[in-house]
Nanobody, 123 residues
Framework: QVQVEESGGGLVQAGGSLRLSCTIS????????MGWFRQAPGKEREGVSC????????YIANDVKGRFTVSRDNAKRTLYLQMNSLQPEDTAIYFCAATYRDINCSVNDYKYWGQGIQVTVSS
């Protein structure tokens, strides 16, 4: 059984930073593409940033470009999202997801999902 678990969320003031982590068990971590997605209240889930199994970022959303960085450590089976210069509009539930082969960091591309973790940015 595949288990996906996010950590590192919380409440931060605008301009602050958080680092999300995601650990996965039950699948071959280093042969799966990985992604971070988020869903704000009343909005659809959207891709934030995705990374290939080789560790190359394959996508980053325009509104987080230059502020967020995705990375992975295959030895630790962990995915990261470093979020800097956070803004109130970044407030959302953030999800970690895995798939055998990502196409364009689309929600529909991903098979395994975590429960999500809340990130709240106060102004």
């Amino acid at each position: 059984q595949v288990q996906v678990e996010e950590s590192g969320g919380g409440l931060v003031q605008a301009g602050g930073s958080l680092r999300l982590s995601c650990t996965i068990s039950g699948l071959n971590f280093d042969t799966n593409d990985m992604g971070w997605f988020r869903q704000a209240p009343g909005k659809e889930r959207e891709g934030v940033s995705c990374i290939t199994m080789f560790g190359y970022p394959s996508y980053i959303a325009n509104d987080v470009k230059g502020r967020f960085t995705v990375s992975r450590d295959n030895a630790k089976r962990t995915l990261y999202l470093q979020m800097n210069s956070l803004q109130p509009e970044d407030t959302a539930i953030y999800f970690c997801a895995a798939t055998y082969r990502d196409i364009n960091c689309s929600v529909n591309d991903y098979k395994y999902w975590g429960q999500g973790i809340q990130v709240t940015v106060s102004s």
